[in-house]
């Protein structure tokens, strides 16, 4: 009975083979393109006209063929898999968020989202009417990995590279720190005008295709990190102590951390960080944390706790707390360094977060 033996083991064979790729395939080759299924959902409504989306299928076609212009940087295609109705679970949600604020919007979109609709192995587009003063777009990693749009943002009609943008966050791409331009990943900033294509640079077409290639949103993975302050971490990372950071020269044990932390500040693996680069993107990290573990809606309960004298500011000797955050941020967050922190620079301080 040798035959069904040699069978099955085929099968495993194949098995093995064409689950493989996925799995091992680092980096494509430089000129070949990626083409990516994307399939695009219009939210239809009565009940809520700014989630009744009004673009018609060839406004949304006329839209993705800008983004392919801008993504042509890194060959990369976005191919429509189908446009495709959806209808809101949870309007008068979506309608309080924006009323309240926008830290709300992500958790609405999502209540919003017929999740059985999504396309299971590519990529998602969910289009609303009018996200208002909120914010142009957002990609929002979990649980599915799905990028939502509007019609309308806080500039009024959006640019087809809002969209680009958030399928730059799908791909990996961070805000840059560095970059500035126009670059297509500018978080806020002078240099960004509302341009129909914007440009990207090499290092950050290399990490989009390093997750493109696995046909599937990007999603943070917790990664182990070396202990210590930043400059003790750079110490390890710079495992000879050359002071420029490579990837391949970290220790193997901190590899997925090195790239990890290169891909934060729009380095590919190939890239060099300098000490000086080095210090200015951990800075920038602990910022993010910081703002993404509050937001602004902490405030009022920071004054409420702090705020002896009830003036609306807080003074060195009010949080006179070594272990309270507030204490240690106080000068990050004290602007005009007056040793007194408004309520608009914590305001600031605490809600500066792009999408
Ligand atoms: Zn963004």
Not at 140 to 146: F, L, T
Not at 180 to 200: C, D, E, F, V, W
Request: aromatic share 6%; with cysteine; net charge positive.
């Amino acid at each position: 009975m040798a035959t069904p033996f040699s069978l099955s083991s085929l099968l495993i064979c194949l098995t093995v083979i064409f689950l493989q790729p996925r799995e091992l395939i680092s980096a494509p080759a430089d000129n070949e393109s990626i083409t990516l299924r994307v399939r695009i959902h219009r939210f239809r409504t009565a009940n809520e006209p700014r989630l009744n989306c009004s673009m018609s299928d060839d406004d949304i076609r006329e839209q993705m063929k800008a983004v392919n212009e801008t993504w042509k940087q890194a060959s990369i295609i976005w191919s429509i898999e189908s446009i495709q109705n959806m209808t809101p679970q949870m309007p008068e949600a979506f309608a309080l968020a924006l009323s309240q604020n926008r830290e709300k919007i992500a958790p609405a979109l999502i209540a919003n989202t017929q999740r059985e609709n999504l396309l299971a192995n590519g990529f998602n587009v969910v289009i609303a009417e009018n996200f208002e003063k909120t914010i142009g777009g957002v990609f929002i990693p979990k649980p599915d990995g799905v990028v939502y749009f509007a019609t309308r943002g806080p500039k009024g009609l959006q640019t087809p590279a809002v969209l680009a943008h958030e399928l730059g966050h799908a791909l990996g791409l961070p805000h840059t720190i560095f970059e500035k331009n126009n670059n297509l990943m500018m978080g806020a900033g002078s240099g960004r005008i509302p341009t129909r294509i914007k440009p990207i640079t090499d290092s950050q077409a290399t990490i989009a295709r390093t997750y493109a290639v696995q046909g599937r949103p990007f999603q943070p993975q917790r990664i182990r990190r070396p202990q210590g302050s930043p400059a003790d971490v750079f110490r390890i990372l710079d495992s000879t102590g050359s002071g420029i950071l490579r990837v391949e020269d970290s220790p193997p044990e901190f590899r997925e951390f090195t790239r990890e932390f290169f891909r934060k500040a729009s380095r590919s693996s190939n890239d060099t960080i300098t000490q000086g680069e080095y210090k200015i993107i951990s800075g920038n990290q602990r910022i993010n944390m910081k703002r993404n573990a509050l937001g602004p809606e902490i405030i009022p309960q920071i004054l409420l706790r702090f705020d002896l004298n009830r003036d609306g500011t807080l003074t060195r000797e009010e949080v006179n707390n070594p272990h309270s955050l507030v204490f240690r941020q106080f000068n990050q967050w004290d602007e005009n360094g007056d040793q007194k922190l408004t309520r608009n620079e914590m305001k600031k301080a605490l809600s500066e977060k792009g999408e």
